[in-house]
């Protein structure tokens, strides 16, 4: 269902086209690749050694590659510690580190397939950003591709819920 409703939203309800460019549904693609990825590849790393190492260590090494990559030292920068500095705390320290340190634990606690499904309900706040921020337009047939998304999430939390309520009568 949530990939159904992704697929909706991507192409308006006209199966034959999509309404995003060549190049986004690439970006889309390979982004859902690196996700997988994330989701399944650290979690016996922090089950082990806890989310903050696990996603400070990546974190550093993946800084330190992306700006030997982009050869940061060659763009000239002015950095004030008012303006600047409060965007890259706000931008490092709770809008990366904050929030994938608590969706990796969530994920490491309720399992990535889980993990992976609720955080499918991301393409229903990307429209309406998208919506709000860019003016685009929205079709009513996106709400069915929203609709099916947020019911998928519900019925596995459903039937988890069933399955915990089962658990604890039988004991």
Known sequence: ???????????????????????????????????????????????????????????????????IATQAWKYDAAFTVGHNGLAYFRIIVIGTLFAYTVFLKGTSIVGPVKGSLLASVEPVASVLLTVLVMNDIFYPIDFLGMLLIIAAVLLISIKDLISVNREMLAK
């Open 1 to 67: 269902m949530a990939i159904a409703g992704t697929f909706i939203i991507a192409t308006h309800g006209q199966f034959g086209n999509l309404a995003i460019t060549p190049i986004g549904l690439f970006w889309g693609l390979f982004s859902a690749v690196t996700y997988a990825a994330y989701i399944i590849i650290p979690v016996k790393l922090i089950q082990k050694w806890g989310s903050l190492l696990v996603i400070g260590t990546a974190m550093l090494m993946g800084g330190s590659i992306f700006s």
